[in-house]
């Protein structure tokens, strides 16, 4: 079966295939770095991320752009109680969301691009729906008038009738004609920062920026756009009113929605003060593969509910794999190659890959992967697993490990690396050797102080960090 995704647009789950051969142009929006993004931000992302890996795993090449909202009203308004400017402000929190990123092994987008350095793009696009008659102005602000744009609505499905204008166009509001009509550029205001451009000076309203920065990279129509579902309304359907009124083109192919990470119920977000970020856990000693293992474990369509028992589940769950690992890595199996055995794998790496083309299951993906390791662990227990089935286990592992990324410890910094732990190991292999037994043991001592663990076995040592 072909690789398949929900499509927010359609409401269906369709066929995946790129506009143009092999290429996928893809758009993230990416944070507004007024603060630490939080582990429900970081679901969103992670979600992205496996699907960037399992594009490539199915041998596409991707041209992905995220943006960074690095102007905007909370921005604003924290840069200047602190009497700061935005973009000292904001550095901050781009380091810290970039340095997240890569703790959750998160891969970089081709490009990452800031709202700010995209201003006279910007206004220029501005100026564009202007003369084409979807905009009017009011006080020095120009806005975009919904009535003029009839398929207002076909991705978020909503009835216009009724509709309530959501939180994000309330902040955005000055003088409208229309409650949902959105601002598109924000006239100048006391102290506020501001750019001076042909509309006059001020500031973009928050829609306009991804519509232009993913136009800009990626061409007119793009393959796909992701993104929180709490974005379908009112952002996403603004970015294809602006792109479409522009260009005349559908603006995004496929439109990918995760849902929310929740705690007890509720949305975890930054208003409501129900939210970790990922600094908070690794303070309290959790592990970033956990996090990780965690948030790729159900299924992106679906709500997430955060529990520290549910990390515990992913401390399990990992501890399992890597054990497995390990017990494959060093035992000596009998010699031969168990064909019922050689062909189970390959069904496992079939349903592996079959559950993440069928909209990213994970949580599918995980089970096979699981069942897997429960039959064969019973086959090794009973000797019917052999030398020659290692080889395709291994490949198997390694292919799951290219997508979650899981199984490698995260090493923390002064911990000791792999290298020093193995030539450790194989120094108090050679002291046992001429019996000198107490620099044996003040090897252990000092490698349980480190956090690794020795199992000496009839095939070797076996070693696994605490
Ligand atoms: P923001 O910085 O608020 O624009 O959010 C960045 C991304 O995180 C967006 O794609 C949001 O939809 C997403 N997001 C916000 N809260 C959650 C949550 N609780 N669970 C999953 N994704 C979220
Ligand atoms: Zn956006």
């Known amino acids: 079966m072909a690789l398949r995704f929900y499509n927010t647009l359609t409401q269906q789950l369709e066929v995946f295939t790129p506009l143009e051969g092999n290429n996928v142009r893809m758009y993230t929006c990416g944070p507004t770095v007024y603060h630490y993004v939080h582990i429900g931000n970081l679901r969103t992302f992670t979600f992205q991320d496996i699907l960037r890996r399992w594009l490539r795993y199915r041998g596409y090449q991707l041209n992905h752009v995220m943006n960074i909202t690095d102007v905007e009203d909370k921005i604003i308004r924290n840069a200047m109680e602190q009497g700061k400017p935005i973009n000292e402000y904001t550095a901050v929190y781009e380091k810290a969301f970039l340095e997240d990123i890569e703790t959750l092994r998160l891969q970089r987008p081709e490009r990452i691009v800031r709202a700010t350095e995209h201003i006279p793009e910007m206004a220029s696009a501005i100026q564009t729906l202007t003369d084409k008659g979807f905009t009017y102005d009011s006080d020095g602000s120009v806005y975009y008038r919904i009535a003029s744009f009839p398929q207002y609505g076909k991705l978020s499905h909503i009835s216009l009738e009724g509709n309530r204008a959501g939180a994000r166009v309330d902040v955005d509001e000055y003088e409208k004609d229309d409650a949902r009509d959105f601002v598109l550029w924000k006239a100048r205001r006391g102290e506020e920062p ?14 306009i920026e991804c519509s232009v920065m993913s136009m800009k990279y990626l061409g007119e129509t793009l393959d796909i756009h992701t993104g929180g579902v709490d974005l379908t309304f009112p952002h996403h359907e603004n970015e294809i009113a602006q792109s479409e009124a522009i260009t005349g083109k559908p603006f995004v192919r496929y439109w990918l929605h995760a849902e929310h990470l929740m705690v007890e119920g509720q949305k975890m977000s930054k208003s409501l003060g129900n939210f970790y970020t990922l600094r908070d856990l690794l303070a309290q000693g959790q592990q970033p593969e956990n996090i990780r293992y965690l948030l790729a474990s159900v299924s ?7 529990t520290f028992d549910g990390l515990k589940a992913a401390q399990t769950a990992l501890d399992r794999l890597r054990n497995y690992q390990l017990r494959l890595d060093t035992t000596k199996f009998a010699d031969g190659m168990n064909e019922s055995i050689l062909e189970l794998t390959a069904k496992a790496r079939q349903s592996f890959e079959e559950s993440l083309d069928d909209d990213l299951n994970t949580a599918e993906a995980l089970g096979h992967i699981f069942e897997f390791v429960r039959v064969t662990n019973t086959a090794m227990d009973s000797g019917e697993f052999k030398t020659g089935n290692v080889a395709a286990v291994r490949e198997l592992f390694d292919i799951f490990d290219s997508i ?14 792999d290298a020093e732990i193995d030539s450790l190991i194989a120094e108090r292999t050679a002291a046992k050797k001429t019996k000198n037994f107490k620099r044996a043991d003040e090897i252990r001592n000092s490698l349980a102080e480190a956090g690794v663990i020795l199992e000496d076995t009839k095939d070797g040592v076996r070693w696994k960090r605490k």
């Open 404 to 417: 979650f990324d899981v199984l490698k410890p995260t090493v923390q910094s002064g911990a000791m690396s």
């Open 300 to 306: 992106y369509r679906k709500k997430l509910n955060f």
């Open 194 to 207: 501001f750019w001076e451009t042909p509309l006059g000076p001020g500031r973009p309203g928050w829609h």
